[in-house]
């Protein structure tokens, strides 16, 4: 149950994230400003410039959070059980 739902979790935010994140590549890859990097996407490929690589991303990001979000609550478990409040 908890692997479904850390996939889900990434998989949803994805598509809002996705083209902040080919934005910053491309900047990177260019060496230019971001002013100038938007222009140049949207010339060579429109809008789907900013969702180049995307089933790739999901599938990478549904595996990473899917054994990511059940180990999160695993650990801060044994934390809480490890370090009780004491009051």
């Not at 222009?39 to 990473?64: P, T």
């Amino acid at each position: 149950k908890s692997l479904i739902t850390g996939a889900l979790t990434a998989l949803i935010s994805l598509p809002f994230e996705h083209p902040f994140d080919a934005l910053k590549t491309n900047m990177q890859s260019d060496q230019t400003k971001m002013l100038v990097t938007i222009k140049s996407m949207l010339q060579r490929k429109g809008w789907k410039a900013f969702y180049n690589g995307f089933s790739v991303n999901c599938i990478r990001v549904a595996i990473k959070q899917a054994y990511r979000w059940p180990l999160w609550i695993s650990i801060s478990a044994f934390y809480k059980n490890l370090f009780p409040k004491t009051n």
